[in-house]
C-alpha cells in the first residue's frame, strides 16, 4: 500500500510540473504596440470624414489636408519640444536616505518644483489658443462654399463638445 501511495504522488506530482511547463510555454493575448499616427496619417483621416461630409471636391480636398497637416505638424512638434524640454520630472533614486529614514519624502505636499516653462500646448493662452481657431474658420471659409462652410462649423462645434457632460481632458 505504501508504494501504491508513493507511485501515485509521484504521478500525481509529475503531472501537475508538466501542466505549469505547458501553461509557462503558452503565448498570452498579448496586443501588439500602438502605433503613433503621423501628422500626415491623421489629416488624411480628418480630410477623409470630411469629404464624406461635405462632399468636397478634389481641389477643396487638396487646400483641406494642406491646412490640417499644417496644423497637425505644428502640433507634434510642440509635443516633441514638451517631451525634449524635460518636462517631467526626474525619478527619485530607489532608496529610504530620506529625512525621516522611512522611504517617504519629508513633507507631504507643499510648494511644487519648478521644472521650467513649458513650450508648446502647455503654456498656450486661451487667447492664442483662440486666434488659431479664428485663422482655420477663416481659411476653411475661403476654401469652402457657404453651404459647406455652415456645415463644417456646426460639425466642428459638435466635436468640441465634451460627451455626456464630461470635461475632455486636453482642455
Do not use: H
Not at 38 to 53: F, R
Not at 55 to 70: A, C, E, F, R
Not at 103 to 131: C, H, I, L, W, Y
Amino acid at each position: 500500500m505504501n508504494r501504491l501511495l508513493k507511485t501515485s504522488l509521484i504521478l500525481l506530482f509529475s503531472c501537475f510540473a508538466w501542466n505549469v511547463s505547458v501553461m509557462a510555454q503558452q503565448k498570452t493575448d498579448a496586443k501588439p504596440p500602438r502605433e503613433v499616427p503621423s501628422p500626415e496619417k491623421i489629416a488624411k483621416k480628418m480630410c477623409d470624414e470630411l469629404q464624406s461630409d461635405l462632399q468636397l471636391t478634389d481641389k477643396q480636398y487638396k487646400k483641406v489636408y494642406k491646412l490640417y497637416l499644417k496644423e497637425q505638424k505644428a502640433r507634434f512638434s510642440s509635443q516633441q519640444a514638451d517631451g525634449a524640454s524635460g518636462m517631467r520630472p526626474p525619478m527619485r533614486e530607489g532608496n529610504a536616505d530620506f529625512e525621516g529614514g522611512d522611504g517617504f519624502p519629508p513633507t507631504m505636499g507643499g510648494e511644487r518644483p519648478d521644472f521650467g516653462q513649458r513650450s508648446g500646448n502647455g503654456n498656450v493662452s486661451k487667447e492664442e489658443m483662440m486666434a488659431a481657431q479664428k485663422k482655420k474658420e477663416q481659411s476653411m471659409k475661403k476654401i469652402l462654399n457657404p453651404e459647406q462652410y455652415e456645415k463644417w462649423l456646426k460639425l466642428d462645434k459638435k466635436k468640441d463638445k465634451p460627451k455626456d457632460g464630461k470635461i475632455k481632458a486636453n482642455q
